[in-house]
């Protein structure tokens, strides 16, 4: 009933820059919060920001001052801009959004296919 949909991701060199994106659709009476979560090989799915529907954001310390989040509540989408990427940075990198579904209320978390980035000279 709910499925988003990641884009973005991609190659590219030490230092420079990607911006990934991500849209909700579906059955869906609103979102409380979207996150861009990451999973590198051989390590553990990691938060990597969060935004709630009021604006409020928090960033792993990791990429604080390098990462930022922003999201369109109308559009239901989720922006993650990325500078100064480090090789550290390359995984797959996943959209998540926590919905409340219209006439049940149930809420729900939904999770996109993923998407590669990879940091490398």
């Known amino acids: 009933q709910v499925h988003l949909v990641e884009s973005g991701g991609g190659l590219v060199q030490p230092g420079g820059s990607l911006r990934l994106s991500c849209a909700a659709s579906?059955?869906?009476?609103?979102?409380?919060?979207m996150a861009w979560y990451r999973q590198a090989p051989g390590k553990q799915r990691e938060l990597v920001a969060v935004i709630l529907s009021g604006g409020s954001t928090n960033y792993a310390d990791s990429v604080k001052g390098r990462f930022t989040i922003s999201r369109d509540n109308a559009k239901n989408t989720v922006t993650l801009q990325m500078n100064s990427l480090k090789p550290e940075d390359t995984a797959v990198y996943y959209c998540n959004a926590r919905v409340r579904a219209p006439v049940t209320f149930y809420v729900n978390d939904y999770w996109g296919q993923g998407t590669q980035v990879t940091v490398s000279s």
């Open positions: 579906g059955s869906i009476f609103s979102i409380n919060a």
